[in-house]
């Protein structure tokens, strides 16, 4: 599972190198550069409108950056440029290899279909053809992430919005990506809802090996869920390191404010 | 009205060569949806007027034409077409399928087999088939040109999950020649089996400014589940009238007692089965 | 096992007028394997400190420090992260865990972490909680909610559910009574009669005699306070 001479063999999963998203004459971020290992949790962390946002958003492909590179070692080619890929391609990736967990659940979710469907949307997409094995496997996935399967035939508008999110997750996870990209995915919800999705998702990370990419406000949130930390400021990275040495000796001027400026976490 | 009034067909020419030109991309492109630039025609919209504008752009003087709505050739819709083409093209019309060039259609596929010499033109409400579950035109269009279909299936999912069957029963979706899915028009699923067809069979939707076609011979494979296959099953009754077990029926309340019959749609089909000696339990 | 060589350490406080506080130079430390060196000196004189920076929790400002084969003050996160999962292990006086997570899944999950089963791991958690002597009754509760003695003995659990090549204690027998004091220093014992090379702090001197080899007074790396 997480065996380091694999790890170092095989390479980062995904390389960012000088990536920058413009808006007009504003730099949504700038020339930011990192790698993702295998299995390895990176935050964001910044106030609104540093870029944290644009920064995943670009990465994730719903963004097209204006320069830069997003190298993500895919199953079949190796280390493709997913910027440059051709957008069926990069679609395809979104499917299978990548998930994307929105802030608001109703973004990530088909609101009219069943948690059922939901949940076997991208088995479907990548060719699931059996209606029983698909429902076993969203039934399954549901009690993953901790929703009673009963409710299986329930519209996520039935939903609380701490069910909604777990069921984004479910819906994302169920093809085994590789990558996820969250975008404050405890935002909005209560702070004990908020735990319960944080023990989740520390446990799907472990079991299933993901690497993954999320952007927060919330340093709590980093500091249980993220081995690595990345501080953005004005679009760009102002400190990265250790999620523990970031938020507790931060070098930076800005990460010294920010950490000095919520309650002690 | 005078035979000078309007040009042949009702539309000038100029329009009928874009929709022919549209139709024949159809054509080339089976089940894609081509964009054309609808007229405003003499009747509301619901009321066939994207099948008319294809009729008028194919028809020839030379053409017998039948018109039929829910298979019946002697409804409000089905007569009023008609009748607009006798006036504007004073084409000869027929109810007789076997004896049509051109039949146009509302909700059904003619029993009796078409053949390589007819043209099947259908009325489209709602040409999308994805919509149900991706409103977005955008992301539609772009789905299916990268062929991403998985959303067809969540919507046949959604139907067993509720139903425990595949519950639609009309405008079954399709894939054509392996490639697009479409949307038959609210057929019911037991013609689907038809789409597959010497005719050239042409789908016009008015309101939504879209033609698609199916070239004879086409391959047309309805949706389905491995463990849930496509049936295009119909009411289990003999028609009432002809004692056809074999045709899609129509359920017709008698009375106001719980009486009711079943009969064949097709009206030209019932017809003539009568008129060939086979008669039902109720026919008189 | 571990190697400090030169090491310093200094405070930038950037939102207080740039001050640079310089709070430890010069610091030299070597632990073999199955050794225990007991840091020593005041309060504040930095032996967290230290100890943080060779966690790599706290950046060193200069100097090099080698745990195993990695230099903490170079290393690549993924390198340390590596290090803390297979060879570094680290007792703090706090427990940092995800509220709702059981102290068993707590105790288990350094194991978990390397690749172990959950059975195994799972079992090997609860022989060291019941060694250390935290009621059965608890480790399907969060310990977020346990007292600060029952904290500190799930803590220590954790700490020695591996047999880490090193090990960082910090206060381990603080809070604890008699009983589970001894038991703690029997871990630490078989720790490092297993190889471990250990580097601790213990305000409790009559602990500390009893386990470590050797003192280093860690007030000799304190710079003269800046006026």
New interface residues.
């Given amino acids: 599972m997480k065996d380091l001479s694999q790890e170092v063999a095989t390479g980062p999963l995904l390389s960012v190198r000088g990536l920058t998203k413009r808006y007009g004459n504003h730099i949504g971020c700038g020339d930011v550069s990192f790698d993702l290992w295998p299995g390895e949790v990176m935050g964001i962390v910044g106030e609104s409108g540093s870029g944290k946002t644009t920064l995943l958003r670009s990465m994730a492909g719903h963004l097209t950056p204006d320069e830069g590179q997003v190298i993500f070692a895919t199953r079949a080619h190796g280390a493709c440029d997913t910027v440059t890929m051709s957008e069926p391609e990069r679609r395809m990736l979104g499917r299978t290899d990548w998930a994307f967990v929105h802030q608001h659940a109703r973004d990530g979710l088909r609101m009219g279909v069943s948690a059922g469907g939901n949940v076997g949307e991208r088995l479907m997409a990548v060719g699931a053809r059996h209606y029983g094995d698909i429902r076993g496997q969203a039934a399954d996935w549901l009690e993953r992430v901790e929703i009673a399967a009963s409710r299986i035939d329930d519209r996520p508008t039935t939903f609380s919005g701490g069910m909604q999110q777990r069921l984004q997750i479910a819906r994302n996870l169920v093809t085994g990506p590789r990558l996820v990209f969250m975008d404050e995915p405890t935002g909005g919800l209560d702070v004990s809802v908020q735990a319960r999705l944080l023990d989740l998702l520390r446990g799907l990370v472990r079991d299933m090996g993901l690497s993954a990419v999320i952007v927060t406000h919330d340093l709590a949130v980093v500091r249980l869920l993220a081995d690595r930390l990345m501080v953005m400021k004005d679009g760009h990275v102002v400190e990265a390191g250790l999620t523990d040495q970031v938020l507790d000796d931060p070098q930076h001027a800005y990460s010294q404010l920010l950490v000095s400026s919520v309650l002690q976490v | 009205m005078t035979d000078q009034s309007y040009n042949f067909a009702y539309l000038d020419e100029q329009t009928k060569r874009m929709i022919r030109r549209a139709i024949l991309k159809g054509l080339a492109v089976p089940g894609y949806q081509v964009p054309f630039a609808s007229r405003e025609m003499p009747m509301p919209y619901g009321w066939g007027t994207g099948g008319v504008q294809v009729s008028a752009a194919v028809l020839t003087p030379d053409d017998t034409f039948k018109v039929i709505d829910q298979g019946a050739d002697d409804t409000t819709n089905a007569v009023s077409i008609r009748k607009f083409f006798e006036k504007t093209a004073s084409v000869a019309t027929t109810t007789h399928t076997g004896e049509a060039d051109v039949i146009q259609t509302r909700h059904r596929i003619p029993e009796e087999p078409l053949t390589e010499d007819q043209i099947l033109v259908y009325q489209v409400p709602i040409p999308e088939p994805l919509r149900f579950l991706e409103p977005r035109e955008t992301e539609t269009r772009k789905m299916h040109a990268l062929e991403e279909y998985g959303l067809m299936h969540v919507r046949l999912y959604e139907d067993i999950a509720r139903h425990g069957h595949i519950a639609t029963a009309y405008a079954y979706p399709v894939r054509v020649e392996g490639r697009y899915v479409m949307d038959p028009s609210p057929i019911p699923k037991f013609d689907n089996p038809k789409l597959e067809s010497p005719a050239i069979q042409l789908f016009g939707a008015g309101r939504e400014q879209r033609i698609y076609a199916l070239p004879p011979y086409s391959k047309v494979v309805s949706l389905d589940f491995e463990d849930h296959p496509f049936d295009p099953s119909k009411a289990p009754h003999p028609c009432a009238l002809c004692g056809a077990d074999d045709s899609y029926l129509d359920e017709i309340i008698t009375d106001d007692r719980g009486g009711r019959m079943f009969v064949c749609s097709d009206t030209d089909y019932c017809t003539a089965r009568r008129d060939a000696g086979h008669l039902g339990e109720q026919a008189q | 096992m571990i190697d400090l060589i030169d090491v310093s350490k200094t405070?930038?406080?950037?939102?207080q007028g740039s001050a640079v506080i310089r709070v430890m130079r010069g610091a030299n430390l070597h632990v073999e394997a199955g050794e225990c060196v007991a840091l020593t000196g005041a309060s504040g004189s930095g032996k967290s400190t230290l100890m943080?920076m060779i966690y790599?929790?706290?950046?060193a400002a200069s100097g090099v420090i080698r745990v195993g084969d990695v230099d903490v003050t170079r290393a690549e996160?993924?390198e340390?992260?590596?290090m803390r999962?297979?060879v570094l292990g680290y007792v703090s006086q706090f427990l940092?865990?995800?509220?709702?997570?059981s102290t068993l899944d707590v105790v288990a999950d350094p194991l978990?972490?390397?690749?172990v089963a959950e059975a195994p791991a799972q079992a090997r958690a609860a022989e060291l909680l019941a060694r250390l002597n935290v009621p059965e009754r608890l480790w399907s509760l969060s310990p977020t909610t346990f007292s600060g003695g029952e904290q500190q003995r799930v803590n220590i659990a954790r700490g020695f559910a591996r047999a880490y090549p090193a090990l960082l204690l910090d206060e381990p027998t603080a809070s604890l009574d008699g009983a589970n004091r001894a038991i703690v220093l029997e871990l630490i014992e078989e720790a490092k009669a297993g190889g471990a090379a250990i580097v601790g702090i213990f305000h409790d001197e009559e602990a500390r005699a009893q386990v470590a080899d050797r003192e280093v007074d860690v007030t000799s790396y304190t710079p003269a306070r800046a006026a």
Avoid at chain 3, 56 to 59: K, M, R, S, T
Avoid at chain 3, 96 to 101: D, N, S
């Fill in positions: 405070f930038t406080l950037h939102n943080r790599g929790n706290y950046l996160p993924r340390i992260l590596a999962r297979e940092r865990v995800v509220p709702r997570v978990r972490a390397v690749g």
